[in-house]
């Protein structure tokens, strides 16, 4: 696909986007409206100088290219794990799932080595124990470990 | 008279139990203003118990030197990991993290610390001498300007965005829609709630910055090459302490983030936030040919750094002349003032005149013993910068998640800081600007407040009231004067790039 589509693509979002909140933000009472109509508005307007400049400038030769290797998808990957992490810190604890989040996501990210991961959980977990317990008295969730 | 009477107090601040509140409170400020998603008002609040045991004097410079520290702690990871500690530092993580990644951490924390250092003294100066005659001045500003006021921090958008203005404007437009988010405060209509109750109270600042910039660079640094790391250097330099030569190279920058800070932080709930986007867009109007912003500038670094210190003594004015916070963390000192039995306000300066001066004394001594212990542990923080990215990613999301659960218990706050993680992440790709959102973020509640307040009372003829205000005046020819710096300077880059590829 060329890029200016995907930037012609990218204006027609903002457009509909913003006549949704337009739209939503009718019923509002009490002048509640006026910001998210004024925002909207005028994020409409501005998507047209976007939707012009795509087409202006439309260059068939420039392609969006897809890569779907591994290297270039793997914050993807992380970020699933990250999702996965969340509800973990209440089963299993906060401690726990964290020490298997900064190993797991170190690997999935490329780290071989393990020395620079080792140093990094040693140092830094009981030092997030002992900053965010003992000092700041902070309620970090506990599951079934800490 | 009244400067001997003044300066007859500096010697009650030279006492070991002054020195070690100052100490206590820079060091703690210092790293909870680092970690993102820990902020000044929570270490202030948190060392309200440890001041029972102090005298009033004493727990108050406690307080505000935790306050002045926190606040520029958070330029320690803006800097060295573009991971803002604080609201106050992230136009600071723009410069700052790109003279990092070039391999100028050391020079970036140098500069970092004399501009705040020097920017919290000179502000505590003012707090000690004009805060009777300053704090009127926060007694002209009525809803009227207060949305002018929001309107000229937008206006900084258009100058903070690098390449498109127009996806600059939307970005911030976009801040500015989602600030309205959650149970509105004038109706209690919930707007663009969609029953989630997650959304009621509103989306926070903190998960939002922390996800558009901490979590959004976490994800950037997984996205990488896992080996090597972030500065591309194997050691660092012990040759940390500002020379005054490389800082006089700087002078205009720094003054005018000084200027910025001294003046914003006088106003009620303006702050550090919106400060130092005023001083970056100032800098980035008086940009010359050569200079690099966006691309690690010194100079745009020192403007906001200047800045967000600067408003730290100016913004205790009004709380302790008028008994009007000018943010959370002036209101949390105000409830610890309250606690000690003092009432603030001009009674205050006739009453107790030897606590509130001795207050404010200890306010610049702790700005100069934050040189030293800033120096110290910006340099051990910098060690970060060594880490290899493919740890380093991981680390930052772990302590994105944390930051934001400790600070709010709320574990919706997390979903929403990863939401604008991911945001942040396809925004930067994409070349929307980050800053933007969080500028409107932070705008937005002012500016509505404002403009609905203004409605009220102009009878619904904002115009013509706006007319009758000469402070509004004034702020709406800056508006102006802004906006067509802005687009002459817009204009003249792309006939100079027009100019250049024609050459080619």
């Keep these: 696909m060329p890029i200016y589509i995907g930037k012609a693509i990218t204006a027609l979002s903002i457009i509909a986007i913003s006549a949704y909140i337009w739209i939503a933000s009718e019923e509002f009472p009490a002048n509640g409206h006026q910001v998210p109509q004024f925002t909207s508005g005028m994020a409409m307007f501005l998507s047209l100088f976007l939707l012009f400049d795509a087409f202006c400038t439309r260059d068939n030769s420039k392609k969006i290219e897809v890569d779907i290797s591994y290297a270039s998808n793997k914050q993807f990957l992380m970020f699933a794990l990250v999702l996965v992490y969340v509800p973990a810190m209440f089963w299993i604890g906060y401690f726990t799932s964290s020490f298997l989040l900064l190993i797991l996501g170190s690997l999935i990210v490329g780290v071989r080595s393990f020395k620079p991961i080792a140093i990094t959980v040693i140092i830094s977990l009981p030092l997030m124990y002992a900053f965010f317990e003992f000092f700041l008295h902070a309620q970090l969730p506990q599951g079934w470990l800490i | ?504």
């Design chain 2, 1 to 504: 008279m009244f400067i001997e009477e003044t300066f007859s107090y500096l010697g009650n601040i030279i006492t070991i139990e002054n020195f070690l509140a100052m100490l206590l409170g820079v060091t703690i400020g210092l790293v909870i203003g680092a970690i993102p998603g820990l902020s000044p008002p929570m270490a202030i609040a948190l060392l309200i118990p440890i001041s029972f045991e102090f005298n009033p004097a004493t727990a108050l410079i406690l307080m505000v030197s935790c306050y002045a520290a926190g606040i520029y702690g958070g330029s320690f990871s803006a800097i060295l990991l573009r991971t803002p500690g604080t609201s106050a530092s992230a136009a600071s993580a723009i410069e700052g993290y790109e003279l990092t990644r070039t391999g100028q951490a050391v020079m970036a924390i140098k500069v970092s610390t004399f501009a705040s250092v020097v920017g919290g003294i000179i502000s505590g100066f003012v707090l000690l001498f004009l805060s009777r005659s300053l704090a009127q001045v926060a007694l002209w500003f009525g809803p009227a300007e207060y949305f002018l006021i929001a309107m000229l921090g937008l206006t900084a958008i258009a100058s903070v965005s690098f390449g498109s203005v127009t996806k600059g404007l939307i970005s911030g437009l976009f801040g500015l829609c989602i600030s309205t988010v959650g149970v509105d405060q004038f109706s209690s209509f919930p707007r663009f709630t969609f029953d989630w109750i997650g959304l009621q109270a509103g989306i926070g600042i903190l998960p939002a910055i922390i996800g558009l910039f901490a979590f959004a660079q976490g994800l950037e640094l997984c996205a990488g090459q896992a080996h090597g790391n972030i500065s591309g250097l194997k050691t660092l330099s012990w040759n940390i302490w500002p020379r005054l030569s490389e800082m006089w190279q700087i002078k205009w920058s720094l003054m005018r983030g000084w200027i910025c800070g001294l003046v914003v932080g006088i106003i009620p709930a303006a702050g550090g936030s919106i400060a130092q986007w005023i001083a970056y867009a100032w800098e980035i109007r008086r940009a010359k040919p050569g200079d690099n912003f966006g691309k690690g500038e010194v100079k745009g670094l020192a403007a906001t750094e200047g800045s967000n210190n600067g408003v730290t003594g100016t913004s205790l004015i009004p709380m302790f002349v008028l008994g009007i916070p000018g943010g959370i963390s002036a209101a949390v000192i105000l409830g610890a003032l309250s606690i000690h039995g003092l009432q603030p306000g001009l009674r205050l300066f006739k009453n107790n005149p030897e606590v509130i001066y001795t207050i404010m004394w200890g306010f610049i001594g702790a700005n100069v013993i934050m040189a030293f212990v800033a120096i110290i542990m910006a340099r051990t923080f910098a060690y970060l910068t060594l880490v290899p990215r493919g740890v380093l990613g991981p680390l930052i999301i772990l302590f994105s998640i944390v930051g934001v659960y400790a600070g709010s218990n709320n574990v919706y706050d997390i979903w929403i800081m990863i939401a604008f993680g991911v945001l942040g992440y396809f925004m930067e790709k994409y070349n929307f600007s980050t800053a933007g959102v969080l500028l409107g973020l932070v705008l937005g509640p002012i500016a509505e407040e404002g403009l609905r307040n203004l409605l009220i009372i102009s009878d619904a003829a904002p115009v013509s009231f706006i007319m009758g205000r000469p402070v509004s005046l004034v702020i709406v020819f800056c508006i102006v004067v802004i906006l067509s710096f802005t687009f002459t300077r817009k204009r003249k880059e792309k006939a100079q790039t027009e100019g250049k590829s024609v050459d080619d």
